[in-house]
């Protein structure tokens, strides 16, 4: 376990970052990568996002500057710092791809909103150094819980469906099941998942958005292209619209119409208190998806398609 520098050794390394310069030959141009750093609005309730280059090359270097910048105020008066006083990250390692960081006890002490956004903030300035795929978070050297007791593994980017930027008041989670396919395109294939998502946002639509990211699991492939693009996703008494663009038309995947439609289904009927599920292209809810599949028929969970 790697301590961070504190004190003195903390502010020299901030202050030095705006004097670093390269050895002779490197090219700082090409060198420079144009990241983030991410701050909370006045009210504390908003992820904010200012553009900063990192200066350090190797993986340590990196994250060690990181780190000091948490502890610098940002210029902007609008923006506050993602960590309070009292709340400092106390020391880090590095296992594979995976960071773990040890956050002092006054984490604790905050409400369970403010820390979900600390989580997220630090999430995704980690993870934009190359090397780095997951945060792993420990309190104190303790194994880090959510405020209802279950423990909090490593988290990547992909946990946090709201981008930095949109209001998020707070976080609510949720253990998805999603269905992808197989190598064949003929055949379902379950994954869980747990995400983190923001109250604005209907869980029926995260579940959509994670199945538009694709599989995390080696065997498993994805059922829609990643630049099919969602109008709407609306859930009312058991039934679910998904509203897709003409882009779901045009995938390339070479997957069965019937697997791509239930993968849908039986993620949202497994995952939401949805019973069935209906879909529109572009508001149109005559015709059929592809070749095949009905648009307005209203779609009940398929067992026999999930490969046991």
């Not at 390394?13 to 004097?19: N, R």
């Not at 006083?85 to 791809?97: A, C, L, P, V, W």
């Not at 989670?173 to 923001?198: A, C, H, I, Q």
């Amino acid at each position: 376990m790697k301590r961070v520098m504190t004190g003195f050794l903390l502010l020299a390394l901030i202050l030095s970052l705006a004097g670093c310069s390269f050895p002779p030959g490197r090219d700082s141009e090409a060198e420079e990568e144009m990241t983030y750093i991410y701050y909370l609005n006045k009210k504390e309730d908003q992820i904010e996002k200012v553009s900063y280059t990192l200066k350090e090359a190797d993986l340590d270097a990196r994250i060690m500057e990181m780190i000091a910048m948490q502890t610098r105020k940002p210029k902007q008066k609008q923006l506050t710092s993602l960590l309070p006083e009292n709340t400092t990250i106390q020391s880090y390692k590095m296992s594979d791809t995976t960071l773990r960081l040890n956050l002092s006890e006054g984490y604790s002490e905050l409400p369970a909103s403010r820390q979900i956004l600390i989580r997220g903030g630090l999430v995704r300035t980690f993870t934009q150094i190359d090397g780095i795929d997951e945060v792993l978070f420990t309190l104190d050297g303790r194994t880090l819980k959510d405020s209802g007791g279950n423990v909090i593994g490593p988290m990547s980017e992909e946990n946090f469906v709201e981008n930095a930027g949109k209001t998020i008041n707070s976080y609510q989670s949720v253990n998805m099941m999603l269905y992808f396919t197989d190598e064949t395109g003929t055949r379902l294939v379950p994954e869980s998942r747990k995400v983190y998502f923001s109250s604005n946002e209907p869980v029926e639509k995260a579940v959509v958005e994670e199945i538009l990211k694709g599989p995390s699991v080696s065997g498993h492939y994805p059922v829609l292209d990643s630049g099919t693009n969602i109008i709407s996703v609306l859930a009312h008494d058991g039934l679910c619209y998904v509203n897709f663009d003409n882009s779901v038309r045009n995938s390339p995947l070479t997957v069965r119409e019937d697997v791509l439609v239930y993968s849908i289904v039986n993620s949202l009927v497994d995952t939401c208190k949805v019973k069935k599920v209906q879909f529109s292209v572009s508001g149109k809810n005559s015709g059929v998806i592809r070749n095949v599949m009905e648009l307005g028929q209203q779609y009940r969970r398929n067992a026999e398609l999930i490969s046991s």
